[in-house]
């Protein structure tokens, strides 16, 4: 078993400034890949939202881990910038909160890996409700986007994590995904500042 390398009691205020530039150059990288990236599997899921939105039904946000912390706030979002949206925990949802989802919903499924267990347990179940399914995911090959009716791929190039693990880059684009989905869906649905004053009391 490898020693843990001692710790710096003061690093000094160069080394520090240096590594955390570092963290945002990759992210930048990560936004930059997503940006490029960008293309025909996008404006299939705003139709779909919009789809959804319009035949009254709403957009299902679900994920676990970093990936459920981020889709919470997709949600939010999307909500408060008038396209309906909940969050739906996927444990949860085997307990009882799928009643929470109906066939006039679209269900975005959010794991970066593609294989996450506990998200991948609930899919059959949505799918025997009638629910669409668009996998947001790093990697298309993935079970997940083979669960799916469509597949969003959102690969970057690396993590900051110096392992390459913990997400970091992968929850950055995320969160940007999300932003730019939201933000289409405004423009699009006319989505005006009395709209936006109306759910901001």
């Given amino acids: ?5 001692p710790v710096e009691e003061r690093p000094s205020a160069e080394g520090i400034l240096r590594r955390a530039a570092e963290v945002i150059d990759i992210e930048i990288a990560g936004l930059q890949a997503l940006r490029q990236d960008l293309g025909e599997e996008f404006v299939q899921l705003v139709q779909d939202c919009l789809a959804t939105i319009r035949r009254d039904g709403k957009l299902v946000l679900c994920g676990i881990g970093k990936s459920g912390h981020i889709s919470k706030k997709i949600a939010a979002t999307l ?4 396209s309906r949206a909940i969050f739906l925990h996927p444990v949860e949802a085997m307990h009882g909160d799928l009643g929470e989802v109906s066939e006039l919903d679209l269900m975005l499924a959010v794991s970066y890996s593609g294989e996450t267990d ?5 899919l059959p179940a949505v799918k025997r409700l009638g629910v669409a399914i668009v ?6 090959e993935s079970r997940l986007a083979g669960w799916s009716d469509f597949c969003v791929p959102m690969p970057v190039p690396r993590e900051a994590c110096p392992f ?7 929850t950055t684009a995320l969160a940007a995904l999300g932003d730019a989905l939201a ?12 709209d936006y004053a109306k759910l901001h009391p």
């Fill in 1 to 5: 078993m490898e020693a843990t390398p």
């Fill in 183 to 194: 933000m289409v869906l405004l423009d699009c649905r006319r989505f005006g500042l009395n």
């Fill in 135 to 140: 996998a947001i995911t790093g990697k298309p």
């Fill in 118 to 122: 506990e998200l991948l347990a609930v």
């Fill in 79 to 82: 909500a408060s910038t008038g």
């Fill in 164 to 170: 390459n693990l913990a997400p970091t880059t992968t």
